[in-house]
């Protein structure tokens, strides 16, 4: 089966600007986690989604947002973007919850410049 | 916050040799998994194990857990290059809103397998 997909691949954005990165999860997946990986801080919990409700929140500002459509494909975005925000964003899908493990997607390398 | 902490950083070891990399962690669990990550790309998904089990295997891995020591080991048998990878652990927390839960995760440990 299809595992997780994540588009675009790499992404090059200034200061300032907004993004939106997308994830598909695997069939029959219905919740969806976003993480942010950078070299200092490493995988840092974004949120995560089922049925189209956000579940569970992280602790980054408001500029970081996302949601989930009926179909479980999910989307997250962020405003404003700062230098700071450059790294790795990781999607994660599950059958119902991380407990039972993720498959992850390759990730969307976001840079800031 | 981190709540997993492997154990070491970085490890280099030679082609046939076993690799065991350690992870404490701080708070009660149901689970604890561990994920492989070859640079730069997603996580994959290497074993779970239960609060409640001391010791799974799967193929050349070997995971245990000490829960009194809030405390697990990864042990990779005659690794071979393509083992090289960044090797983390993650814990189930319960989230804030009921029945949710994610994962936090170590910051891992970086295994270098010489041909």
């Known amino acids: 089966k299809a595992g997780v997909t994540q588009t675009p691949r790499y992404l090059i954005k200034t200061r300032g600007q907004q993004v939106t990165l997308s994830c598909s999860p695997i069939?029959?997946?219905?919740?969806v986690s976003w993480y942010q990986q950078t070299p200092g801080q490493g995988l840092q919990f974004l949120f995560e989604y089922f049925s189209e409700t956000q579940r569970n929140k992280g602790n980054f500002p408001g500029r970081f947002s996302g949601r989930q459509f009926s179909n479980s494909r999910s989307e997250m975005n962020v405003s404003t973007l700062e230098l700071g925000d450059s790294a790795l964003y990781l999607c994660a899908s599950s059958f119902v919850a991380a407990s039972y493990g993720y498959t992850f997607g390759s990730g969307t390398r976001l840079t800031v410049v | 916050s981190q709540q997993g902490e492997e154990d070491p950083q970085a490890l280099s070891i030679q082609e046939g040799e076993n690799a065991t990399m350690n992870c404490s962690y701080k708070?009660?669990?149901?689970?604890l998994q561990w994920y492989r990550q070859n640079s730069g790309r997603g996580l994959v998904h290497l074993i779970l194990i239960r609060s409640n089990e001391r010791e799974k295997h799967s193929g050349r891995l070997r995971v245990t857990l000490d829960t009194s020591k809030k405390s697990s080991s990864l042990l990779i048998t005659a690794s071979r290059a393509a083992d090289t990878a960044s090797y983390f652990c993650?814990?189930?927390?319960?989230?804030?809103?009921?029945?949710?839960?994610?994962?936090?995760f170590g910051k891992g440990t970086k295994l270098t397998v010489n041909p």
């Open positions: 993650a814990t189930d927390e319960t989230g804030t809103q009921g029945g949710s839960e994610k994962l936090v």
């Open positions: 708070t009660s669990i149901n689970n």
């Open positions: 069939s029959g997946h219905r919740s």
